[in-house]
């Protein structure tokens, strides 16, 4: 069955400071590839996502993801963190169908 | 402005009640699908509908029931059978590419 690894729970980073959040997903071809971010009672907001073509995309916000198939990875990096970006953010894989499979989460805190 | 609503942003349930969410979109989408998220959890997925008058179950169906009588609209119930409804509840309509579209949520709490 296919699934959605977000290593990291939460993490907490310095506002300045780089980011990377990472996602293992388990399918065996190419899915299509998601990262949302949620605000404390908020709904999901599409940061990026990923069909094919250049591995790396850029969204929105300045986070950009890469897809690595050798890793089956999907990282999402920001170079300069802003206190803004303290959220909660998804990985989400589709394989095709009606089902997209979401990570658990991971929750960003950005500290002063 | 295209997007999705959903109504209200807080509900209340007493022990026994049904109580239903609303869920509109005027993206123009035909797939549907209602999402359960509880604290430190990821999504569950409740219900979809990829056309109008057409549903089927997700992965924590029981105690919900949903209808799809329009293409903008697909309003989620949740019944006196379900024994644990305290959550968030999210509605997203399903764009090119499998892109899902979130609304603001409702959230769900029980007397």
């Known amino acids: 069955a296919q699934s959605v690894t977000q290593p990291d729970i939460h993490i907490t980073v310095s506002e300045g400071a780089s980011l990377e959040l990472r996602c293992n997903y388990s399918y065996g071809a190419t899915p299509y590839l998601f990262w949302y971010v949620q605000s404390p009672g908020q709904g999901l907001q599409l940061l990026l996502k990923?069909?094919?073509?250049?591995?790396l995309v850029q969204g929105i916000k300045g986070f950009e993801a890469e897809f690595k198939r050798s890793q089956s990875s999907f990282n999402l990096r920001k170079p300069s963190v802003h206190w803004s970006d303290a959220a909660e953010y998804f990985c989400a894989v589709n394989t095709g169908g009606f089902k997209t499979i979401f990570g658990a989460g991971t929750r960003l805190f950005v500290k002063a | 402005d295209g997007g999705i609503t959903q109504s209200p942003k807080y509900l209340f349930r007493k022990e026994g009640q049904n109580v239903t969410l609303s869920c509109e979109q005027n993206l123009n989408h035909d797939a549907m699908y209602w999402y359960r998220q509880d604290p430190g959890q990821g999504l569950r997925l409740i219900y979809y509908s990829q056309i109008v008058n057409d549903f089927q179950k997700g992965d924590i169906a029981e105690g919900y029931s949903v209808s799809r009588e329009k293409k903008e609209s697909f309003p989620l119930t949740v019944t006196s059978a379900q024994k644990n409804p305290t959550a968030f509840y999210l509605c997203a309509s399903v764009g090119s590419a499998e892109t899902q579209y979130f609304g603001p949520g409702t959230r769900l709490l029980v007397l």
């Open positions: 990923y069909f094919s073509g250049d591995t």
